[in-house]
């Protein structure tokens, strides 16, 4: 029996078990995970503009693993890649053959000077907050900044400005609020080729934006955002989303770069310098795309084929090729669609009622399909 | 007369795709006193438009851009 331990019971976790307990008769699958919960994230935005519960955005991590994949609760400390074993906090270790790590990205707010005075959606909590604060909200600036690069699901602060459109229009005070939307990048969204289209739709919305405005910091009491590049804009409601990193027990075990991701190969998804014996999947990478599900869903069966082969004494050839896709919410009941991967850029996609369903339709199917690996 | 600048902080962000190296050289910025220059490699060709907007925008100064074999140098004054 080959031991697989796989740090992580988010999608690309979840997946990686699930395909392995389906393929691989002697491997023993373990999944670590801090609080047993599995959380579907993207419903976090959905959370702020009241069209979603939190409590439907959680399962049982439990239920939605194959049952010869062993469960253990618990938080990582620290893996040592020389004794191959993962220690927990409860003082346990597991030892393992072959590791992946999926533990995603933490958010780290407090680094910017000032967040106390901003809201994000990046969390079921702070998406609680949010909500409350677009209740009562009567009129005014709403500003919407980038605390740093990378962040999870790059569409998403775009798609929050058009949320915020759609809201106050159908709350009938749309003339009475200003979105402003200020872009870390010379664009206003991140994918080249997408920029253009996300600029008309803004233009359409009547959504302000400014480009190359990297946060500093925030006057919580003058309400303003200040930018690196020496700009102040003022606002009456502020998004700001946070800084992220990967996760801390990635960082405690040396094996993360200046940013607190993992140095990873992009084709085989090794974490480099521990070929054959130990991967990262998912937001956690140093791979310069998208940190979004998809990724990580695309990622986790590359790994789980490559790790069978292993398991079988096979040579491990599957590669990852950098393939996304993603469905992103516009607002009045229409969206768009990207899918690209490393050598094929998305191209510039139409808004249709078509797109927006897909995203309703993935919301609503995600637990029957994805962690299962029925997708 | 380039070689006069002194160089206080080089940045190596070769291999790594927009918006890597700019991120690389906000990072710099931030942690550089005002007058330091700071070194930017990049093999992204996207940085030859990228880099000097931001600078520009930044009120910051380009000193240099120089064309070596696979990636360009990009020296920035930091000026406030």
Known sequence: MKRVVILGGGVGGTIVANLLAKTSKDADITVVDKTGKHAYQPGFIYVAFDRQRPEKLFRDERNLLRRRVRLVVDEVVQVNTRAKAVYLKSGRFLAYDYLVIAGGARLAPEEVPGHEGAHHFYSPEAALRLREALAAFRGGRVVIAIGGIPYKCPPAPAESACLLDYLFSRRGIRDKVQIHYLSPLGRVFPLETVSPTVQRIFDQKGIQYTTFFNVERVDAEKKVVHSLEGESIPYDLLILIPPHHGAKFAQASGLTDAGGWIPTDKFTLEVKGHEGTVWAIGDITDIPISKAGATAHYEAKVVAENIAALVRGALPAARYDGKVMCFCDAGHHRGIAMRFDYTHPPVPPPLSLKWYLGKVLINRLYWQLVPKARA | ?80
């Not at chain 2, 790594?16 to 330091?36: E, H, I, N, T």
């Not at chain 2, 700071?38 to 064309?67: C, F, M, N």
């Open chain 2, 1 to 80: 007369m380039m070689e006069e600048v002194q160089v206080a902080k080089a940045v190596d962000a070769r291999g790594s795709f927009c918006p890597g190296p700019l991120m690389a050289l906000l990072g710099a910025v931030r942690q550089q006193s005002v007058g330091d220059v700071i070194a930017l490699y990049s093999s992204d060709t996207g940085s030859r438009t990228e880099i000097p907007l931001w600078v520009q925008k930044a009120k910051h100064e380009l000193i240099a851009v120089r064309h070596h074999e696979g990636y360009d140098e990009f020296l920035v004054r930091k000026m406030r």
